[in-house]
């Protein structure tokens, strides 16, 4: 406050800097008073008023006052100190006569001190929460009321009392310089609550209370000032007691009791005892944390038989099958938090699909950061090669088959393989299914040869050969029939609906006959019955209709809707343009013909057509119910969990391909999840005719063969052929390839040795995971395209980076083809013609003319899909480049993702030859480009997993503009902030973003760590190494 105005000052008293125990700060005191003295000055500019203070009720502990004066009668320890020669060069300059009246002031304000000395009073904390209100119509009185305050969340639970006298004297210091003098304070306005509403919480046990005291002391002055001696001892007094503040004590004491419990747990796995602890050798908050996060109270009794195997407490590889919705998830994840937090060893969790492995890290994210380990995603082109190594922390590797494969390949490669203690691989039966399948044998194949103490837990609904897989594995193998929902299914022909039962002759029993009345219209337009068979469980319940093709999805979701009765638009009406709102805010506008039509009846399709926006808002509609209907194709039975009180089968096809048995099984597997319904349905539609169908030297590389699934399977896959000589047959094409260098070694005359070694483009295949049929083309591609780079546009590093799988599927419109191209600018006509294609071959397909001159199909494909992308990433809008290029917007977006993933994998590719140096600046910046395909200022979100493009512009909309900023998001605020936010949302989106700052901090300090560590080579050591040996 300025020198005109009136000056009130308070007295703050503080704990002493030796803090006493908790038991002394939470123990009763005797109660004490707080004794207030009003001060007041003339000033004749100013309206008269009187000041009216409000007092804070508190509970007393030992303390000492701020003000007391530490220094006693001394100053120094020299008598001719520098204070004592301050305070007598002011005394001699207040002598003067044009100073006394400051002279008289300060005497005043010396009394004032040395009254407060006098009538001070012990407390635990007072803020600024004191107010001070001017009242027009009394003067020179002070009144007291008692004012109750509710205290705030233990934020700053330690704060030093030092701290309050700090801010205190920063806000007054801040009133004194900012307002003018004829201004009235408004003192209701609290103070910082960080430190004064939080310092109040540290008494909220204790019963509080009400001091009133008061006493004046008239002074009249120009101004109101301290002698400089005064401001320099209280300077002083001040920097003594100032203490930085400390983390929360209640944090510590729960931080230090799970790390006790976690030492109990690791000494229980390491013994032979029975005693399974608190939660089967797990700390007591494990079990905690699965109540709070996701309801699990209990174990089913299966889970509980499986977790005490003899075969699991002695870490024997197992392989276990259940149907699906049993539960065979949780019992992984314990089996993971086991070597996480006892043996203290990574883990790598092997699932099918990027959508499965997002899921899965946004539902563990938060045990991590609860129990402190690192959760990593490894799918698309996320993931580092090799990984971090952790300084103390564990980390838990979520990766899809592909990724997976190659952490395990980096693993070996930088010789930290056996750091890696358990490999869960869930949907184990996708080990018999094509190159995916050949590529997660492989994996197992390598953890097995290189690692004896790696154990590796494989999980199943649907397994055949499983002695096949334990002979591979040399796994025990546990089965149940336990299911928690019963699930009935039917076959239903023509009219009538049969039960399918093993136990009669033809493997079915009659259950019943449609009941439905049919118009002639109805009966052309769905001969099947499907409308029949869905409305005896919407809307009211969920159903699912797998259908063969995605075109056949689209269908069957109209034909249903014309269909349904107008009472079906009723049934949660607003909550359902909600979601066709959030469609066309994800999609820039634009909304898909058919969900404007279907999903006001509560029926949406579901396939790979889809953008990932759309498919994400479409399953959280259908999760909480204002969706009640999915046609979908076979995909969605193996990805995310979405169940149904009954489960059709539009036909036993996949495509053109008879149903699979476990095809069949997954699909089922989705009616009558647990905790949902109290039963589950699947219904197999039939037709007549489908009713019977039913139903490195080489002895070590011929040893390591004879190890895989492969060399189990031999026999009855090749009768023809021994192991031996497919063993050779594969060594002959790998070095026909140039992957592999064979040398011949020479005994004697008649003993020889052929070793083999691989080539430098054997090991940067290896490295980025390139297929072997590519390999070659795609180290000839990236030689070709130094000879002349085009830099002037991202097309040409596009096109060396557009997968080869997807050029061989593609089908170009040569009148669109030919339109896109007249569209480049020169420079990018070039790359056309340095990769092989002439605007004169493009311009007579277009125009259906004859071509004599033979050109590469696939590298006309190939260009074709780079012209995808490169519009794609200038417009970073899929609806419009799908309408551009007469494409689905699902197969764009299938080939943004595939592109980031085979870019991700070129870099690696590169790192390994030198010659392709100038690759690695430039494809690190693509790959994240790819990835995301969103404006930079968005990136730093959608590395957030679950966040995707529509929700992280409206975060950033929101003001969160960086992972930091989500990380220290509070969820109840995002839920306000942010529309059609759920709970749960917010909470997996902040414990992710929290996840992924701890990562990349951990891996600042390891980078700092490495730069001060001293060499292992350094000269003085080895020297005196070599003096000891």
Known sequence: MDEGGSRIRRRVSVRKRNRPS?????????????????????????????????????????????????????????????????????????????????????????????????????????????????????????????????????????????????????????????????????????????????????????????????????????????????????????????????????????????????????????????????????????????????????????????????????????????????GKTLVAEILMLQELLCRRRDVLMILPYVAIVQEKISGLSSFGIELGFFVEEYAGSKGKFPPIKRREKKSLYIATIEKGHSLVNSLIETGRISSLGLVVVDELHMIGEGTRGAILEMTLAKILYTSKTTQIIGMSATLNNVEDLQKFLQAEYYTSQFRPVELKEYLKINDTIYEVDSRAENGMTFSRLLNYKYSDTLKKMDPDHLVALVTEVIPNYSCLVFCPTKKNCENVAEMICKSLSKECLKHKEKEKQEVIMNLKNVSGGNLCRVLKRTIPFGVAYHHSGLTSDERKLLEEAYSTGVLCLFTCTSTLAAGVNLPARRVILRAPYVAKEFLKRNQYKQMIGRAGRAGIDSVGESILILQEKDKQQIATNLDDIYHFMSGTLFGVQQKVLLKEKSLWEITMESLRYLTEKGLLRKDTMYGSEEEFQNNFHITKLGRASFKGTIDLAYCDILYRDLKKGLEGLVLESLLHLIYLTT???????????????????????????????????????????????????????????????????????????????????????????????????????????????????????????????????????????MEVTGVLEGRARQLYSAGYKSLTHLANANPEVLIRTIDHLSRRQAKQIVSSAKMLLHEKAEALQEEVEELLRLPSDFPGIVASSTEKA
């Open 803 to 941: 997968p080869y799988d997807m050029a061989s599927q593609c089908d170009p419109d040569w009148m669109i083809y030919f339109r896109q191209f007249n569209q480049l600018s020169p420079a990018e006509q070039n790359v056309a013609a340095l990769v092989g294609v002439s605007e004169n071959y493009i311009g007579k397909k277009a125009s259906g003319q004859a071509i004599r001159k033979k050109v590469d199909k696939n590298i006309v494909n190939r260009l074709y899909l780079s012209f995808i992308l490169y519009t794609l990433l200038k417009e970073t809008n899929i609806w419009s480049v799908s309408e551009k290029f007469n494409m689905p917007r699902g197969y764009i977006q299938s080939l943004l993702s595939a592109a980031a993933a085979f870019s991700s994998c070129v870099l690696h590719f590169c790192e390994e030859l030198e010659e392709f140096w100038v690759y690695r600046a430039l494809l690190g910046e693509l790959t994240k480009k790819l990835t995301y395909c969103v404006k930079a200022e968005l990136i730093p979100l």
């Open 22 to 326: 908790l038991e002394g700060v939470f123990a009763a005191s005797p109660a004490t008073e707080l004794k207030h003295r009003d001060e007041e000055k003339e000033d004749e500019e100013m309206v008269a008023g009187s000041r009216r203070r409000k007092t804070v009720d508190v509970q007393p502990v030992e303390i000492i006052d701020s003000e007391e004066d530490m220094f006693g009668d001394y100053d120094s320890f020299a008598e001719n100190s520098f204070l004592a020669q301050v305070d007598d060069l002011e005394q001699k300059y207040l002598q003067l006569p044009e100073h006394r009246n400051h002279a008289t002031d300060h005497a005043t304000e010396d009394l004032c001190s040395e009254s407060d000395k006098q009538n001070t009073l012990n407390v635990t904390a007072v803020g600024d929460c004191t107010e001070l209100n001017i009242d027009d119509h009394t003067k020179n009185e002070s009144r007291h009321e008692d004012v109750s305050i509710e205290p705030e969340a233990d934020i700053l639970y330690d704060v030093p009392s030092s701290q309050v006298l700090f801010f205190e004297n920063l806000h007054n210091s801040s009133s004194d310089l900012g307002g003018p003098s004829t201004e009235e304070k408004d003192w209701n306005s609290s103070c910082p609550k960080t430190v004064n509403e939080e310092l109040l919480v540290n008494s909220r046990e204790q019963p509080q209370q009400t001091v009133e005291s008061s006493s004046k002391i008239r002074t009249s002055s120009d101004a109101n000032r301290k002698s400089l001696k005064d401001h320099l001892k209280s300077t002083m007094t001040g920097n003594a007691k100032a203490q930085t503040p400390i983390f929360s004590r209640t944090k510590q004491l729960k931080e230090t009791l799970l790390s006790e419990e976690i030492n109990v747990a690791k000494k229980t796995i390491e013994s032979s005892s029975d005693d399974l602890g608190p939660f089967y050798s797990l700390p007591s908050k494990v079990r905690d944390l699965y109540v709070q996060f996701k309801g699990i109270e209990k174990l089913y009794e299966w889970q509980h038989t499986c977790l005490t195997l003899k075969s699991v407490q002695e870490r024997k590889n197992l392989i276990y099958s259940l149907p699906t919705s049993g």
